[in-house]
């Protein structure tokens, strides 16, 4: 079961410098689970090759993936 993202994604237009230009090659899929976390896979997707097999996914019922967002009410 994949785990809840940890931190927040980064912008690449914002932040160009924080992707390599060429996609990295990971050891394992961990550590590209760990990548992509907290980085858009849009800069490399012509770097990526197309994949054909067909997966089948099975959803939980009532299964939030993502902690749902809090809010505070303001200070009066």
């Known amino acids: ?3 809840p993202r940890k931190t927040a994604l980064i912008d690449p237009a914002k932040h160009p ?11 394992t899929d961990e550590e590209a ?4 976390d907290s980085h858009s896979a849009a800069p ?9 097999e067909q997966v089948t996914v099975q959803r939980k019922k009532n299964r939030t993936e993502w902690p749902a967002p809090t809010s505070v009410a303001p200070a009066t």
């Open 33 to 36: 689970a760990e990548f992509f």
């Open 44 to 52: 490399y997707l012509d770097q990526m090759e197309e994949v054909t």
């Open 17 to 27: 410098e924080a992707y390599p230009e060429q996609l990295p090659e990971f050891a």
């Open 1 to 3: 079961m994949a785990k």
